[in-house]
């Protein structure tokens, strides 16, 4: 079946510092990458996908780029805010999930 | 819509009983997912259903886990009988058109097997 490696496991940065957030995965037939920011005691929410005929995608300060020769897939936060911090996971579908990234952005 | 809704919110109960959470997914999504979110194990998928149909339920830990979803707008998930080990955050998701989509999640039963 399908594996999903994250990393790192915390990332604490100070504010308006770029973060970033890596993926691997296993199977090369996966063709849908999902990434879910859930803040403490929240359900997971949905910040932004990308799907596997696309390299990269952007909303606002947010990004997401796909390599799918490697099999992995990058998270990408620019200009950190205190409200960013929360628990982000990546996923290859809605089956199987990395175990998550715990982000601290520090005023 | 209200979104997908959980119940309960949270439930306590003793080892060896059987708990039952529930779930209502979002009107018009055919497919529904179970997960449990531990600390170690992170978010697992148990089982998922398409049209109330069972798909893939691999990942249901043991004998004494079971889910049915008997129509389109209600799933339940059932433990018996219940152990400390199945203490864990469980959540239900919903997306309309399979697992390259969106998944809608509930708001989560917080269950503390004692």
């Known amino acids: 079946g399908e594996n999903v490696e994250q990393h790192p496991s915390t990332l604490s940065v100070q504010e308006g510092d770029s973060a970033v957030i890596k993926c691997t995965y296993s199977d090369s037939a996966s063709n849908y990458f999902p990434w879910y920011k859930q803040e403490l005691g929240k359900r997971p929410q949905l910040i932004i996908d990308?799907?596997?005929?696309?390299g990269e995608k952007k909303d606002q300060r947010i990004a997401v780029t796909l390599n799918k020769t490697a099999k992995h897939f990058s998270l990408h936060i620019t200009e950190t805010q205190p409200e960013d911090s929360a628990v982000y996971f990546c996923a290859a579908s809605t089956l199987t999930f990395g175990k998550g990234t715990m982000l601290l952005v520090s005023p | 819509d209200a979104g997908v809704i959980q119940s309960p919110r949270h439930e306590v109960t003793e080892m060896g009983q059987e708990v039952t959470l529930r779930c209502k997914p979002i009107s018009g999504h055919d497919y529904l997912f179970w997960y449990r979110q531990t600390m170690m194990r992170g978010l697992e998928l148990l089982i998922y259903?398409?049209?109330?149909?069972?798909?893939?339920d691999s990942g249901m830990p043991e004998d004494r886990f079971s889910a049915k979803m008997p129509n389109a707008s209600f799933s339940t998930l059932k433990i018996q009988p219940s152990e400390p080990r199945d203490s864990a955050v469980y959540f239900c998701?919903?997306?309309?058109?399979?697992?390259?989509?969106?998944?809608?999640f509930g708001q989560g039963t917080r269950l503390t097997v004692v």
């Open positions: 990308i799907r596997s005929n696309v």
């Open positions: 259903f398409n049209n109330n149909v069972p798909i893939d």
């Open positions: 998701a919903s997306t309309p058109t399979g697992t390259s989509a969106e998944a809608f």
